[in-house]
């Protein structure tokens, strides 16, 4: 395998636990405030080490913005994704959200096809259709019909991901990655901040701890994740995401006492192999007529 690729998979590993590590700072933080001042906070402790970042690699230049359609759409896809995901993450362990969220490879192929009238082969819908059954597996239905807000809540979230994913295809590939973070994140910051004004909570002291470790963890992660990207084909990079679900079991059982259920690991089992599938035809060479 190339040097490149190596590196590039080393990197999403690494990113996808810093990532694992913000997730279990915000489901800590969740217990104390509402949801939308989690997001707030979540923005607001990022963008200093982001903005370090720049003014370190004088990058001030790569903050103009091209367009503002796909910075309106990605805030609002942004807010309601990260607090429909703090939402799931407070009433339920990460690998119960994890589980579901990771359907969202799923949704972004179906809008892809919808959206961007992208061809979508027999195979793969018959692929995506068995990883939907693992979302509902994972989701538990109950007896009466009805799932929990908590998973209905991380399904919201994966939505709202893939639409994001859908909307720098369609608009945003003039856009570079630190562009779309740094304004995503300023966007976030003001609106969830307004929304959660009228019920904020005073910060404690203990737990400025956890924000500073949000802050770092995010900024690097998403910092790794860019330039796994950058080093080597999606295709090739993507699958190592999946592996968010064993640090969620980790982290679950080490930091919340917290133990999954077999249908949880179904679920969520069935829902990587088949984006990993998705993942794989991808790759296979179009045969030639």
Not at 41 to 66: C, E, K, V
Not at 190 to 205: C, F, K, N, S
Not at 214 to 239: D, M
Request: hydrophobic share 55%; glycine share 8%.
């Amino acid at each position: 395998m190339k040097t490149a690729n190596l590196k590039a998979i080393g990197r999403m590993l690494f990113g996808v636990l810093l990532f694992s590590f913000m997730d279990s700072g915000l489901k800590a933080l969740s217990s104390a405030y509402p949801a939308m001042q989690v997001s707030a906070l979540r923005a607001g402790a990022s963008l200093p080490f982001l903005l370090a970042s720049i003014a370190w690699t004088h990058s001030w230049r790569d903050l103009r913005i091209h367009g503002w359609a796909i910075y309106v759409v990605r805030v609002l896809l942004g807010v309601i994704m990260i607090a429909s995901f703090i939402y799931s993450v407070s009433r339920q362990g990460l690998t119960d959200s994890y589980a579901v969220f990771m359907s969202a490879p799923l949704m972004v192929a179906v809008l892809c096809h919808f959206v961007l009238k992208e061809s979508v082969p027999v195979r793969r819908w018959l692929v995506i259709l068995v990883g939907f059954v693992g979302v509902m597996i994972a989701l538990r239905p109950r007896s009466g019909g009805f799932v929990s807000l908590a998973g209905l809540a991380a399904a919201l979230s994966a939505v709202c991901y893939a639409l994001s994913v859908v909307s720098i295809r369609a608009w945003g590939r003039a856009e570079s990655t630190r562009t779309l973070v740094f304004w995503n994140l300023v966007g976030m910051l003001l609106i969830a901040g307004t929304l959660a004004a009228p019920d904020w909570q005073p910060v404690r002291a203990e737990h400025f701890w956890i924000l500073a470790v949000i802050g770092v963890t995010g900024a690097i992660a998403q910092y790794c994740l860019t330039t796994a990207f950058k080093l080597a084909p999606p295709s090739i990079v993507a699958p190592f995401e999946y592996t968010a679900l064993v640090w969620g079991l980790a982290l679950d059982f080490l930091l919340f006492g917290i133990h999954p259920a077999h249908t949880v690991l179904l679920g969520g089992a069935v829902v990587i192999m088949s984006g990993l599938y998705l993942m794989w035809d991808e790759r296979r060479p179009v045969p030639v007529a």
